[in-house]
């Protein structure tokens, strides 16, 4: 049972164009949700976060909305820069379980030049 | 401040063997996940402990287990191995508290053969 869901397996954006980065999820328990980047054989890098009492959350070039009616957050990344390509996950927690993630399968980002 | 250290990075066992990773957290956290890494899976939480006890507990075999010290320091250990369990495992660590960032290390790349 996926919980978390990145539909797109691999996205390829040409530089200084927006990337956009989508998640689905399914249990209404969720109320915190992560993106994280990672490299091959690195641990991920936790990028932004955001609650479900915001619908918004900006860091720098990185932005997640979240709606909550339809269960679906992205990620938007403007200007996209080559030093972004990576695979990046959403994640989700509940108050109950406040540390146990739940991550999607993940999103490759290639960005071109 | 040092970032979550995981050590050995890699380790090559055989069938049947057991085997202990390591994980040093930022100073200060005093929680500690462990998550393993599959290209069939994906990302999978196991456990986290917080001070010293097992605090959310993933859906693994009794085979996988863990411990935390009084320093943090938290330890995984996987006994009777099997080819499957042949993944990244990684471990995160946060301050414990309700919708926390999870801050990871590099993990541990384990091969079974």
């Known amino acids: 049972d996926q919980q978390v869901k990145q539909n797109s397996p691999s996205l390829s954006v040409q530089e200084g164009r927006i990337s956009i980065l989508n998640c689905d999820y399914t249990?209404?328990?969720?109320?915190?949700f992560l993106w994280y980047k990672k490299y091959p054989a690195e641990g991920p890098t936790f990028l932004i976060s955001?609650?479900?009492?915001?619908d918004k959350n900006e860091d720098g070039r990185f932005t997640v909305f979240l709606n909550k009616s339809a269960k679906h957050l992205s990620l938007h990344i403007v200007p996209s820069q080559p030093g972004d390509s990576a695979v990046y996950f959403c994640?989700?927690?509940?108050?109950?379980?406040?540390?146990?993630?739940?991550f999607g399968t993940g999103t490759r980002l290639q960005v071109t030049l | 401040k040092a970032g979550v250290t995981q050590t050995p990075r890699y380790l090559i066992k055989t069938r049947g063997q057991q085997v202990t990773l390591s994980c040093s957290p930022i100073?200060?956290?005093?929680?500690v996940s462990w998550y393993q890494q599959t290209p069939g899976q994906g990302l999978q939480f196991l456990f986290e402990?917080?001070?010293?006890?097992?605090?959310n507990k993933g859906n693994f075999p009794g085979r996988f287990s863990g411990r935390q010290f009084s320093n943090s320091r938290s330890e995984m250990n996987v006994s009777t191995l099997e080819l499957g369990d042949s993944a990244l495992y990684l471990c995160?660590?946060?301050?414990?508290?309700?919708?926390?960032?999870?801050?990871f290390g590099p993990g541990t790349r384990l091969l079974v053969l």
């Open positions: 955001i609650s479900s009492i915001k």
């Open positions: 995160a660590s946060s301050s414990g508290g309700l919708k926390e960032t999870q801050y």
């Open positions: 100073s200060g956290h005093r929680s």
């Open positions: 402990y917080f001070s010293e006890t097992q605090r």
């Open positions: 994640a989700a927690s509940h108050t109950g379980t406040a540390s146990k993630l739940t």
């Open positions: 249990n209404s328990m969720f109320d915190y």
